[in-house]
Every structure is written in C-alpha cells, then in structure tokens.
C-alpha cells in the first residue's frame, strides 16, 4: 500500500518568512494529493490540493508544487503570519480512493 | 449549514469496558470514513464505508468493528477497551463526483482508556 513520509516533523519561522513541508511518497499510481490544517483543538480542514495531471497549484499565500517522477509534493507558505500556526498534514490518495497520511508537521510562526 | 457531527466529545472508560462512538452527518455523502490520531502518527484509517452495504477494514482495524446503520451514521465500537486505544477520533464523509474529493472530518471524540 501507499506510504507517506513527511518533513519536518516541527518548523519554526519568522513572521513574514516563507515555510515549506515536503512530502514523499511510495505509490507511482496516486493522483490526489491534499494538504489539510489543524488548528489547536480543532478539526482538520482542507486548505489546498492537486492532482497528478498539475505540476503546481496556488491559493493567495499557500502553493503545492508536485514532481510525479520524484513522487514528492511540497506545501509553501510566503509572508507567515501567527495564524498560519498549526499542524499541517500531506497526504495521498491511493487505489481505492483512500487517502494515507503523512505524520504531520507543527508549524509555528513567531511574532 | 451541513456538518459533521460526533458524540460523545470525551469519554473516559475502563480496560474491558465495550463502547461506541458515534457520527452523523448532514452533508449528503455517500462515504464515510473513521481516522485514528497519536502524537507524531498522524490520521490512520480504522474503517470506511462507501455506501450502506459496503464496509472496509482500513490501516489499523483491529480491535475496533463498525456499523453503518444509514447513509448519515457510522459508528465506531471498541469491543473491549484497551489502554492504547487511548486518542482522539474523528469521523470524516466524502463524496467523489469527477475530480472533487475533499474528505469533511467532524470535531473529534478525546477517547481515554484507563
């Protein structure tokens, strides 16, 4: 089955520092790849996705890029403000249409 | 507005005690799913169901056992309580029509298996 590994496990920047998480996974026959937020206490919630015929994808401050020959995607974040801090979580959508987890991230960007 | 929704938000039981955590939705979807998260794991797939008549062990099903009991509820049982089934819970839906995937997770159950 689908595996995915995720990096850093903890990221501190800067406010107004841009933040990047990589992920890589196993299985060449994924397509979907969504990255999800969660806030202290909260559930998560999907902030951006792509799919594996889009190289990048952007939203206002958050982009994913992905390499399908790698079999690795990135979440960036620019311009960090205290609310982006959070844990971040890649994950992949695997046959069957079941999405497999990264491990998380914790981001915290300072003021 | 639609949500997800599970009851009960924390629970606290004992080794060997049977319980059940529950999920509705009101979103119309056709599948639903329930994730497990540790500290440092992730959401790991404990079982999913795609409509009413279909159930799917996930990831890490053991220990747990699942009922679909309409398209809007799917609840989580632990037969037999064991500390390390100690986490929090969440329940998700989904529907997939053409390329619009997004998995909707509810609050999350605090579970705590003394």
């Known amino acids: 089955g689908e595996n995915v590994e995720q990096h850093p496990s903890t990221l501190s920047v800067q406010e107004g520092d841009s933040a990047v998480i990589k992920c890589t996974y196993s299985?060449?026959?994924?397509?979907?790849f969504p990255w999800y937020k969660q806030e202290l206490g909260k559930r998560p919630q999907l902030i951006i996705d792509i799919r594996s015929n889009v190289g990048e994808k952007k939203d206002q401050r958050i982009a994913v890029t992905l390499n399908k020959t790698a079999k690795h995607f990135s979440l960036h974040i620019t311009e960090t403000q205290p609310e982006d801090s959070a844990v971040y979580f890649c994950a992949a959508m695997e046959y069957g249409n079941k999405l497999v987890f990264g491990a998380g991230t914790i981001l915290r960007v300072k003021s | 507005d639609a949500d997800v929704t599970q009851t009960p938000r924390n629970r606290i039981t004992k080794t060997g005690k049977r319980i059940m955590l529950e999920c509705s939705q009101t979103k119309g979807h056709d599948r639903m799913y329930w994730y497990r998260q540790d500290p440092g794991l992730g959401l790991r797939l404990i079982y999913y169901s795609f409509d009413v008549k279909d159930i799917n062990k996930g990831e890490i099903s053991d220990g747990y056992s699942v009922s679909r009991q309409a398209q809007a509820k799917f609840s989580l049982s632990l037969e037999s309580a064991i500390p390390n089934q100690t986490a929090l819970y969440f329940c998700?839906?989904?529907?997939?029509?053409?390329?619009?995937?997004?998995?909707?997770f509810g609050p999350g159950t605090r579970l705590t298996v003394l």
């Open positions: 998700a839906t989904s529907m997939i029509r053409g390329s619009y995937n997004e998995q909707f």
């Open positions: 299985d060449s026959a994924s397509n979907y």
